[in-house]
């Protein structure tokens, strides 16, 4: 408990670490754009990324914006001058705020929002991205429409009682959606209790 503005989501700590190790595959050792993260929550993901990941530069983005008085609060309290201010982003509501990203992170969301704000945000990473940028989603997903573990199944029915337009996506059909706007799949990630990190590459428009 924080006695600031600071919110604290218990599963960051759990799967910050597990999540760092991949981007530290995945993302540039540089770039001139910032890495956008979509959905930052609390905030403490995207400082613990920029604290271990000083050479990029880092912008939050929520679409909730009571959220971002958190997100700047984990801001002054690591201390991070790698990281932008928080800015309000509706992955359907155009334009986006920011122009460009060497990478774009969304981290427990697709399952938590409509399917049409999954198709939102591939259309809006593949507007911002460069050729080889990457797309970095995490989360439980189906295989081949089906469920990967008991608790995952269970998990989506937890989402559907909440909002029927929420639940655990099918990454076929994901990683379809993805290569129609110009995304290749990079890589899949076994992570744990059961999400997995899926890595996506924008592909050349000659490609």
Partial sequence: MTTDSRMHA????RNREAIL????????????????????????HV???????PMLQWQPSEATPDLLASIRAWIDHEGVSNVAPPVVLDVNASPWPIAQACAVLAINVIHYSPW???AALLDGAAGLLPEGGVLYL???YMRN?????PSN????????????????RDLETVASQAK????????????????????????????
């Fill in 10 to 13: 218990p599963a960051t700590e």
């Fill in 21 to 44: 190790t991949v981007l530290r595959q995945v993302l540039p050792e540089s770039a001139a754009a910032p890495v956008l993260e979509i959905g930052s929550g609390s905030g403490e």
């Fill in 47 to 53: 400082v613990h990324f920029a604290r271990h990941l």
């Fill in 116 to 118: 049409e704000s999954t």
């Fill in 138 to 140: 995490y989360g439980p």
């Fill in 145 to 149: 429409g089906e469920h990967t573990a």
């Fill in 153 to 168: 199944q269970a998990f989506d029915g937890w989402l559907k009682a909440r909002n029927p337009a929420f639940g655990v």
């Fill in 180 to 207: 129609a706007r110009g995304f290749v799949l990079d890589r899949v990630v076994e992570m744990p209790a059961n999400n997995l990190s899926v890595v996506f590459r924008r592909r050349s428009n000659a490609g």
